[in-house]
């Protein structure tokens, strides 16, 4: 209950603030300019930033790797793509119109991660997900593939400071990572 309603209170003074220098307005011009254009250099190179920072700082919010999605380009061209479709919520920091991009283009599963999984008295190395709680102890993630997943604590909070529009879009989405997909 407590986890609930510092949820609550998070999300109450949040609001639906854009912070930093770019708004995904700004961001879609460059997007949009020609190939071989500065604008097209200054888009590649600002959607590659927020992709590397949030590498480093282990704050990724999608399920991309280097095997789906392997160039600059093509990053770009999902982020162009995205704030053309969605031209209503290019009013949103750069940096979260392009992880809100990705988030899209690469979402992951909620699933359940069953911690401390023992036999025979050893730790199991590969930790176990399902898409259904079970009897051990565990946590509710979002599961990329393999032993990847994103903190659903983590994932949960940068989601609620979106717009209502993109919080409405992904509420059962974000629902699951609170209560699970049982």
């Known amino acids: 209950m407590k986890k609930i309603i510092t949820l609550l209170a998070f999300a109450l003074i949040s609001g639906n603030a854009s912070a930093g220098f770019w708004n995904g307005n700004e961001l879609h011009q460059y997007c949009e300019s020609d190939m071989g254009s500065v604008g097209t250099s200054f888009c590649q190179a600002y959607v590659s930033a927020v992709i590397d920072t949030q590498e480093a700082l282990m704050t990724k919010r999608s399920c991309h790797t280097a095997d789906n999605l392997n160039t600059v380009g093509q990053a770009r061209d999902i982020v162009r793509n995205w704030s053309k479709a969605n031209p209503q919520f290019r009013s949103m920091s750069a940096a979260d119109v392009v992880s809100v991009s990705l988030f899209e283009a690469y979402m992951p599963k909620v699933r359940w991660m069953q911690n401390g999984v023992w036999e025979d008295g050893e730790e199991k190395r590969a930790v176990e997900f399902s898409q259904s709680r079970t009897d051990g102890a565990g ?11 994103i903190d659903a604590d983590d994932l949960w909070f940068w989601m609620i400071t979106l717009p209502d529009g993109l919080q409405d879009r992904h509420e059962a989405f974000m629902k699951g990572l609170l209560y699970g997909t049982d």
Do not use: F, L, Q, R
């Open 139 to 149: 946590k509710w993630v979002a599961h990329c593939s393999g032993n990847i997943y």
